[in-house]
């Protein structure tokens, strides 16, 4: 996807979501649920037939966002090497949520 328009627009809307997917999942439909687990994470949620769900992958930006909070200053420079990567996810996450018509997550309350 290549990025049309300035940083701002461009990057907000998946920002908005990054700080609030449960605002999307809680007030959409079916196929916003449908669309939040496909952002969040990086494939279908594993399962054991014994054991149930296992620990699902989470997608790079809520990775980046779990170690800056968890403040192992080593592993938030190691999440410093793929900003170029993490650009391009929250590129790729303004597209589809645009694609599904939600570019303001604040009709969603």
């Excluded at 328009?5 to 959409?28: C, I, M, N």
Aim: glycine share 6%; charged share 25%.
């Amino acid at each position: 996807v290549t990025p049309k328009g300035s940083f701002d627009e461009v990057y907000r809307t998946a920002t908005v979501f990054l700080a609030k997917p449960w605002k999307l999942w809680a007030y959409g439909g079916f196929e916003h649920k449908r669309l939040v687990a496909k952002l969040a994470f990086t494939g279908p949620l594993p399962s054991c037939p014994n054991e149930g769900y296992r620990t699902a992958n989470m997608a790079l930006p809520f990775k980046v966002l779990a170690e800056i909070s968890s403040r192992n200053s080593s592993m938030v420079e190691e999440a410093g090497e793929c900003s170029n990567q993490l650009f391009e996810v929250l590129e790729d996450w303004s597209y589809q949520l645009r694609r599904h018509g939600i570019d303001d997550l604040e009709r969603f309350e």
